[in-house]
């Protein structure tokens, strides 16, 4: 077969890590790889494909491929049909060489199912036992020589935290990687006559290698994406004519699969057992109480947007002042001209709007991954799960809603973990409701002008609680909508809710920082790119404009200034502000005014809301270009709210950004659908434009009517 | 092997435990629910422990064997146990 691996091959040799969910094959990956990382997809879905490169001691390079986690070869959700649809297709891009196959040490009578059945497929494999410093906790000890003698395949006790096991790990890869070692595997399962007559009967028409590979396709065939619609009427036949009952054979494969290798699991294994209550069923005892429980999660909520108000400011004032200093330099390096312009008005702030909102952006990452990584969303998702179902999701909808609150992008994918489609596409439609990282800025800005700092007569951030209320409203609109959706679309559909409660663990530093830092990273690159260019671009539209207009701003200018009598400094300012009204810019932001003046907002607002659509992180990006641009004097070094403070009606001389309109404005960003990259997702997610189009219009609409009310009350 | 498909008139479901109460998991009431259930390592043969409802007559901690698992009330009742 041309696609099976050589030492004298081109490609790299393809090491897939396989486990059950919890197992902690990411911490595996994470402690053989570092940042050695990419993340791609799987072909036709946005499941996270992790590809490692990983060089053994002796130089070879190994890619490392991460599945998702996964318990058995008969999936129930999207992201772990991925397993089954790569192993069973040898032709598969991601079809591996061997199998790095990670179970939890401290459950393996229950994590070998899934291995069992890859030893089916006559893949080279390797058996982690994970979590070694847990198990040793409990008195747990496995003799390795016999589980391996029984499996057939090494076996390697393994501890992420403390690096045990890995240097014979990595023997092991070696081993594999010459296959040296391509133990023949010990099946767990015999297959019954008619599975075996099936899979005679579909063998020469498929490239499968093995008789299990085919026995999947029978099971699987409905859906698996490399088959044709051919394929799929030839397997349909054959099930047809052996009367095969995919759901009797699975759960007899199933039974017959666990009746083998859990006697060989406490054979291997010894424990002094324990029948005092653990660790995890103690502190569950408080942190899931029917009371203390929710309670505990609220406040935990609550320290972490404190938290991200209260550690922020600092990193941000350093941000701030260091784009000062490089607005200063550039301004005191190149001569007066667009291009410095250009520079300094355009780039820099643009670039500025991006890299201020990191520190939050990482402390959110930062505290929702570890109360991931610890164990304790699960636990979330549990208590919620039937507040969750009233308003028709899932309890695990409760992690996406709240990785929302980080960016919807990632929340949306993660939904693949909800098996009930109804389910999964509401919490699709309503977690872009959360408000996300890239309103961040946008509150952070407006909050101010409606809000007064301090601590008022209160213990907490005034400014703090306001934000808090922000996300509230956001919360409130999700569920509100989800609701109504729950009414709305129907399905046939059995909804389910089988959570594992995982013990709790120490966090691994590695694991959180790593997945802030891929976090961090992508925020970066991919607002920045969109950013950068559209700063670039708004640079330009509010610089130039229709000649005659810009000529008619400048003889106005003139005619006022020796009206009034002004002197050079107020002559200058007062022509860059005319002068962005002329400009393109200003010309777009006028022509959509007549729509928005009701919510309170003027040409200016305008266009940063034109180019918010793109991605909301771009408002004060533009905010900053809009009004660094029209403002005259180039030593002003001071931030952007000021320079909204300082803001007037030209006419009336009244603050622009007043209660009323900074509120609705405000109103506005929490509900409205401003992100591109958003609606992208949800169309590759749903596999269809009419869902996001949708959502488009339903959270638009909300935001208009929302903010035309709130500024209609406040003015 | 079809005997773990048992009626749940017949035998109690896990449903009839009373928070601390542990029973022997004998087979389920669904076979749809017990391919599922069994994956993540409900077995007959697994001790079921039912340790408490979350709140807002929530979902349903237990203990199966010694680990832990959040299951609905449906999945819960296609449990069959032996007390």
Redesign the interface.
């Given at each position: 077969m041309n696609n099976s691996y050589s030492p004298t091959s081109s490609r790299p040799f393809r090491l897939a890590l396989i486990g059950n969910p919890n197992s902690g094959k990411s911490s595996v990956f994470n402690r053989l790889t570092g940042l050695q990382q990419k993340v791609g997809n799987f072909p036709g879905v946005t499941v996270d494909k992790k590809i490692g490169s990983y060089e053994l001691p002796g130089g070879e390079k190994i890619n490392l491929i991460d599945f998702p986690g996964a318990y058995s070869f008969y999936p129930t959700a999207q992201d772990e049909k991925i397993v089954v649809q790569t192993l069973a297709n040898p032709l598969d891009e991601n079809y591996p060489d061997a199998i790095l196959y990670v179970a939890d040490f401290t459950r393996l009578e229950k994590h070998l199912l899934l291995f069992t059945q890859i030893r089916d497929l006559g893949l080279p494999a390797i058996l982690g036992l994970n979590m070694a410093d847990m198990a040793e906790e409990r008195g747990r000890e496995v003799d390795t020589a016999l589980l391996s003698k029984k499996i057939g395949a090494p076996v390697v006790v393994l501890s992420s935290h403390s690096g045990e096991g890995f240097q014979e790990l990595e023997q092991y890869i070696h081993q594999v990687t010459n296959q040296k070692s391509v133990n023949a595997p010990s099946s767990f399962y015999r297959p019954n006559n008619t599975e075996k007559q099936i899979a005679e009967a579909l063998s020469d028409a498929f490239p499968t290698n093995t008789v299990y590979q085919n026995i999947l396709l029978a099971h699987h065939y409905q859906w698996l994406p490399f088959l044709s619609k051919d394929d799929r009427q030839l397997i349909a036949e054959v099930t047809k004519k052996h009367d095969f009952k995919t759901l009797r054979h699975q759960v007899q494969e199933t039974m017959a699969r666990f009746d083998k290798f859990e006697p060989v699991a406490k054979a291997t294994i010894k424990e002094t057992a324990t029948d005092s209550p653990g660790f995890t069923e103690k502190v569950d005892r408080i942190l899931t109480h029917k009371v203390f429980g929710p309670l505990i999660f609220l406040l935990l909520m609550f320290f972490v947007f404190q938290a991200i108000y209260a550690w922020a400011g600092y990193p941000m004032d350093g941000i701030e002042w260091i784009f000062g200093q490089l607005n200063e330099m550039v301004k005191a390096v190149l001569p007066a001209g667009w291009v410095t312009d250009l520079l300094t008005d355009g780039i820099l702030a643009g670039l500025g709007g991006v890299v201020i909102f990191i520190p939050q952006i990482a402390i959110l990452f930062f505290l929702i991954n570890l109360l991931e990584e610890v164990g304790y969303m699960a636990r979330a998702a549990y208590m919620f799960d039937s507040l969750m179902h009233f308003f028709g999701l899932n309890g695990r909808s409760l992690v996406a809603l709240i990785s929302s609150g980080a960016c919807a992008i990632p929340a949306i994918m993660s939904t693949r973990t909800i098996a009930n489609w109804k389910e999964r596409l509401i919490t699709i439609l309503v977690a872009p409701f959360i408000s996300c990282s890239a309103r961040l800025p946008v509150y952070v800005v407006l909050i101010g002008f409606v809000v007064p700092a301090g601590n008022g007569d209160g213990f907490f951030n005034r400014q703090g609680l306001a934000f808090m209320g922000l996300y509230f409203l956001g919360i409130i609109a999700a569920l509100g909508t989800a609701l109504f959706f729950k009414y709305i679309l129907k399905t046939e559909e059995r909804s389910t809710l089988m959570l594992e409660l995982p013990e709790y663990r120490r966090p691994l530093f590695r694991n959180v920082s790593l997945n802030v830092w891929d976090k961090v990273r992508s925020f970066v690159i991919e607002a920045g790119k969109v950013i950068l260019v559209i700063s670039i671009i708004l640079w330009a539209l509010a610089s130039y404009g229709p000649a005659e207009k810009m000529a008619a701003a400048e003889a106005q200018t003139t005619a006022i200034a020796t009206a009034q009598n002004l002197d050079a400094q107020a002559k200058d300012n007062l022509e860059a502000s005319l002068r962005l009204e002329a400009s393109y810019a200003g010309q777009m932001g006028k022509y959509i005014e007549p729509v928005i003046r009701p919510l309170g907002f003027d040409w200016k607002m305008g266009v940063a809301i034109i180019c918010s659509f793109a991605a909301r992180e771009v408002f004060v990006g533009t905010m900053a270009t809009i009004y660094s641009v029209g403002s005259a004097d180039d030593d002003d070094q001071t931030g952007i709210i000021e320079r909204l403070t300082n803001e007037r009606n030209p006419v009336t001389g009244e603050r622009v950004y007043n209660t009323a309109t900074s509120a609705s404005l405000l109103i506005f960003y929490v509900f409205a659908m401003m992100c591109m990259s958003t609606l992208a997702v949800v169309k590759r997610e749903t596999k269809s434009w009419k869902w996001p189009i949708f959502q488009f219009f339903l959270m638009t609409g909300i935001a208009y009517l929302a903010s035309f009310a709130v500024y209609q009350w406040l003015a | 092997?079809?005997a773990?498909l048992s009626s749940p008139i017949v035998q109690p479901n896990a449903y009839l435990l009373q928070p601390g109460e542990e029973g022997t998991i004998v087979g389920f009431s669904s076979?749809?629910?017990?391919?599922?259930?069994?994956?993540?390592?409900v077995?007959?043969g697994s001790k079921i422990r039912y340790?408490?409802?979350?709140?807002?007559?929530?979902?349903f901690?237990l203990?199966i064997?010694?680990?832990?698992?959040?299951?609905?009330k449906?999945?819960f009742e296609a449990i069959v146990i032996r007390k």
């Amino acid at each position: 077969m041309n696609n099976s691996y050589s030492p004298t091959s081109s490609r790299p040799f393809r090491l897939a890590l396989i486990g059950n969910p919890n197992s902690g094959k990411s911490s595996v990956f994470n402690r053989l790889t570092g940042l050695q990382q990419k993340v791609g997809n799987f072909p036709g879905v946005t499941v996270d494909k992790k590809i490692g490169s990983y060089e053994l001691p002796g130089g070879e390079k190994i890619n490392l491929i991460d599945f998702p986690g996964a318990y058995s070869f008969y999936p129930t959700a999207q992201d772990e049909k991925i397993v089954v649809q790569t192993l069973a297709n040898p032709l598969d891009e991601n079809y591996p060489d061997a199998i790095l196959y990670v179970a939890d040490f401290t459950r393996l009578e229950k994590h070998l199912l899934l291995f069992t059945q890859i030893r089916d497929l006559g893949l080279p494999a390797i058996l982690g036992l994970n979590m070694a410093d847990m198990a040793e906790e409990r008195g747990r000890e496995v003799d390795t020589a016999l589980l391996s003698k029984k499996i057939g395949a090494p076996v390697v006790v393994l501890s992420s935290h403390s690096g045990e096991g890995f240097q014979e790990l990595e023997q092991y890869i070696h081993q594999v990687t010459n296959q040296k070692s391509v133990n023949a595997p010990s099946s767990f399962y015999r297959p019954n006559n008619t599975e075996k007559q099936i899979a005679e009967a579909l063998s020469d028409a498929f490239p499968t290698n093995t008789v299990y590979q085919n026995i999947l396709l029978a099971h699987h065939y409905q859906w698996l994406p490399f088959l044709s619609k051919d394929d799929r009427q030839l397997i349909a036949e054959v099930t047809k004519k052996h009367d095969f009952k995919t759901l009797r054979h699975q759960v007899q494969e199933t039974m017959a699969r666990f009746d083998k290798f859990e006697p060989v699991a406490k054979a291997t294994i010894k424990e002094t057992a324990t029948d005092s209550p653990g660790f995890t069923e103690k502190v569950d005892r408080i942190l899931t109480h029917k009371v203390f429980g929710p309670l505990i999660f609220l406040l935990l909520m609550f320290f972490v947007f404190q938290a991200i108000y209260a550690w922020a400011g600092y990193p941000m004032d350093g941000i701030e002042w260091i784009f000062g200093q490089l607005n200063e330099m550039v301004k005191a390096v190149l001569p007066a001209g667009w291009v410095t312009d250009l520079l300094t008005d355009g780039i820099l702030a643009g670039l500025g709007g991006v890299v201020i909102f990191i520190p939050q952006i990482a402390i959110l990452f930062f505290l929702i991954n570890l109360l991931e990584e610890v164990g304790y969303m699960a636990r979330a998702a549990y208590m919620f799960d039937s507040l969750m179902h009233f308003f028709g999701l899932n309890g695990r909808s409760l992690v996406a809603l709240i990785s929302s609150g980080a960016c919807a992008i990632p929340a949306i994918m993660s939904t693949r973990t909800i098996a009930n489609w109804k389910e999964r596409l509401i919490t699709i439609l309503v977690a872009p409701f959360i408000s996300c990282s890239a309103r961040l800025p946008v509150y952070v800005v407006l909050i101010g002008f409606v809000v007064p700092a301090g601590n008022g007569d209160g213990f907490f951030n005034r400014q703090g609680l306001a934000f808090m209320g922000l996300y509230f409203l956001g919360i409130i609109a999700a569920l509100g909508t989800a609701l109504f959706f729950k009414y709305i679309l129907k399905t046939e559909e059995r909804s389910t809710l089988m959570l594992e409660l995982p013990e709790y663990r120490r966090p691994l530093f590695r694991n959180v920082s790593l997945n802030v830092w891929d976090k961090v990273r992508s925020f970066v690159i991919e607002a920045g790119k969109v950013i950068l260019v559209i700063s670039i671009i708004l640079w330009a539209l509010a610089s130039y404009g229709p000649a005659e207009k810009m000529a008619a701003a400048e003889a106005q200018t003139t005619a006022i200034a020796t009206a009034q009598n002004l002197d050079a400094q107020a002559k200058d300012n007062l022509e860059a502000s005319l002068r962005l009204e002329a400009s393109y810019a200003g010309q777009m932001g006028k022509y959509i005014e007549p729509v928005i003046r009701p919510l309170g907002f003027d040409w200016k607002m305008g266009v940063a809301i034109i180019c918010s659509f793109a991605a909301r992180e771009v408002f004060v990006g533009t905010m900053a270009t809009i009004y660094s641009v029209g403002s005259a004097d180039d030593d002003d070094q001071t931030g952007i709210i000021e320079r909204l403070t300082n803001e007037r009606n030209p006419v009336t001389g009244e603050r622009v950004y007043n209660t009323a309109t900074s509120a609705s404005l405000l109103i506005f960003y929490v509900f409205a659908m401003m992100c591109m990259s958003t609606l992208a997702v949800v169309k590759r997610e749903t596999k269809s434009w009419k869902w996001p189009i949708f959502q488009f219009f339903l959270m638009t609409g909300i935001a208009y009517l929302a903010s035309f009310a709130v500024y209609q009350w406040l003015a | 092997m079809t005997a773990i498909l048992s009626s749940p008139i017949v035998q109690p479901n896990a449903y009839l435990l009373q928070p601390g109460e542990e029973g022997t998991i004998v087979g389920f009431s669904s076979q749809e629910l017990a391919a599922n259930l069994m994956a993540m390592g409900v077995l007959p043969g697994s001790k079921i422990r039912y340790i408490r409802r979350a709140p807002f007559a929530g979902a349903f901690y237990l203990a199966i064997d010694h680990h832990f698992l959040a299951l609905r009330k449906t999945e819960f009742e296609a449990i069959v146990i032996r007390k």
